[in-house]
């Protein structure tokens, strides 16, 4: 992997990264002549001259009081001494905070799923292929029709209906004051598992069958080859020739999957969130457009994005690592 290849990609993920965040700005304006206006007070007893004051003053509070242009640059400058800009819920607290509050709450149930899914997706698949056509690989395939036809917030339901409300497994719904009341203690962490069973259970099914599926796809496809033959030919074990020489190979569809997983792991998630009360990013976000807080949603859309740009982007250059044979601009030698 050479170093101009390298710089490319990070110059065309930095131009996306523009691209993004100037569409981010203007998208929400269209239409709207005066993003503040619902900030306004009732007129009441104000006069005419004092209610103009108090709009006034409620523009200039919220950077609206200049042209749409210049509250673009102000907003770049504004973005590149990392100021995501100030929220307009009450308390006018800064935007970076929210989201600092936020994130390791996603994190909890994007990250664990994850984990998940690509530990027991990857052995599972492994073994599936390698015993093709038994019963783990029927298992698999079925699964995985399952999982593509029914959505992911379906099985949250069920789960949330039986294991929650009729059995009484887990809490159906999470503890509110889980976020304000966490202070890293035994019983606090506890809790934390506790509220997360099922949100987690409920994603992690179809990320380890889409995994297991992925890996089992493409352990097929490697299984055939010349080296993997010599490699029998030589007396090593199944287990040798699978986890060492097979799956090694077959870890560029499986890295794809994985790079996706990463890109989505703080926004992939606010369905979930909300089904379960989830105080994640997904319920920031969902809570900002019914309010048309526009720094906000603007705020998480710009740190989601570039979140997922520099997903790509390690993604991108994994791949140069795992196969030398891929060059610039994905030709082979």
């Known amino acids: ?49 004092e209610y103009e004051i108090i709009k006034q003053l409620t523009r200039e509070q919220y950077g609206f009081d200049v042209s749409t242009f210049q509250q673009y640059l102000r907003y770049l400058k504004q973005l590149l001494h990392g100021d995501l800009g100030t929220s307009m819920q009450a308390g006018s607290p800064k935007v970076i905070d929210l989201i600092a509050e936020r994130v390791p709450w996603t994190l909890v149930l994007s990250v664990s799923t994850m984990l998940i899914g690509v530990v027991f997706g990857i052995l599972i698949g492994a073994y599936a292929a390698w015993k093709r056509g038994g019963w783990l690989d029927n298992a698999v395939l079925s699964a995985s029709t399952i999982t593509t036809a029914l959505p992911g917030f379906f099985l949250a339901l069920l789960f949330s209906l039986y294991m929650g409300f009729e059995w009484e497994w887990f809490p159906a719904y999470t503890d509110p004051n889980l976020v304000s009341s966490f202070d890293w203690s035994l019983d606090a962490i506890l809790n934390v598992m506790q509220n997360a069973a099922l949100p987690i259970i409920a994603t992690a099914i179809g990320s380890i069958v889409g995994y297991a599926q992925n890996t089992r796809n493409s352990v097929i496809s490697v299984s055939d080859e010349d080296f993997i033959i010599t490699a029998r030919a030589k007396g090593l074990s199944n287990e040798t020739v699978l986890y060492k020489h097979v799956l090694r190979n077959a870890m560029l569809p499986i890295v794809t999957s994985l790079g996706m997983s990463v890109s989505g792991l703080i926004g992939g998630s606010v369905v979930i969130e909300q089904i379960f009360n989830w105080n994640g990013m997904g319920t920031l976000f969902l809570n900002a457009n019914n309010t048309n807080d526009y720094p906000l949603m603007m705020g998480i859309m710009i740190f989601l994005s570039g979140f997922a740009l520099l997903a790509n982007l390690v993604t991108d250059l994994c791949y140069s690592l795992l196969d030398p044979r891929v060059k610039l601009g994905g030709a082979r030698r």
């Open 1 to 49: 992997m050479g170093k101009g290849y390298v710089f490319k990609r990070i110059l065309y993920t930095l131009f996306i990264f523009f691209i993004v965040i100037t569409l981010n700005f203007f998208i929400p304006r269209i239409g709207v002549e005066d993003p503040a206006e619902r900030y306004y007070p009732a007129q009441g007893n104000m006069t005419d001259v």
